[in-house]
């Protein structure tokens, strides 16, 4: 006897799982990328005493997560742009298109 199959609708989002390799002997580079990726704080000295000033990163960014160590989930607009500020910078990279359930 056969069951009958039952489907199902799914709502799903493109996303793009970039991981990137930054060669620790490359410290310009890694630190760029460390700073793009987490954002920074500068720190500066004023008349009034001192202004610090965060910058955020990419991972603050709305549909972008960190899956683990050099390795980004996030919207395909993003992905475009940080895969070509790691080609800019000669940081090793590779990309894969995935569908996430929304």
Same mark, same amino acid.
């Given at each position: 006897?056969?069951?009958?199959?039952?489907?199902?609708?799914?709502?799903?989002?493109?996303?793009?799982?970039?991981?990137?390799?930054?060669?620790?002997r490359r410290t310009t580079e890694?630190?760029?990328?460390?700073? =793009?990726?987490?954002?920074?704080?500068?720190?500066?000295?004023?008349?009034?005493?001192?202004?610090? =000033?965060?910058?955020?990163?990419?991972?603050?960014?709305?549909?972008?997560?960190?899956?683990?160590?050099?390795?980004?989930?996030?919207?395909?607009?993003?992905?475009?742009?940080?895969?070509?500020?790691?080609?800019?910078?000669?940081?090793?990279?590779?990309?894969?298109?995935?569908?996430?359930?929304?």
């Open positions: 006897m056969e069951q009958d199959e039952t489907l199902e609708t799914v709502t799903a989002a493109p996303r793009v799982i970039i991981s990137y390799d930054v060669k620790s890694a630190c760029l990328v460390q700073q =793009y990726v987490f954002g920074r704080v500068v720190t500066m000295r004023t008349k009034g005493g001192v202004k610090r =000033y965060k910058y955020e990163g990419l991972i603050h960014k709305p549909a972008v997560e960190r899956l683990g160590q050099s390795v980004l989930l996030m919207r395909e607009d993003e992905a475009e742009r940080f895969a070509g500020f790691l080609a800019k910078h000669r940081v090793p990279y590779s990309r894969e298109r995935i569908w996430v359930e929304a």
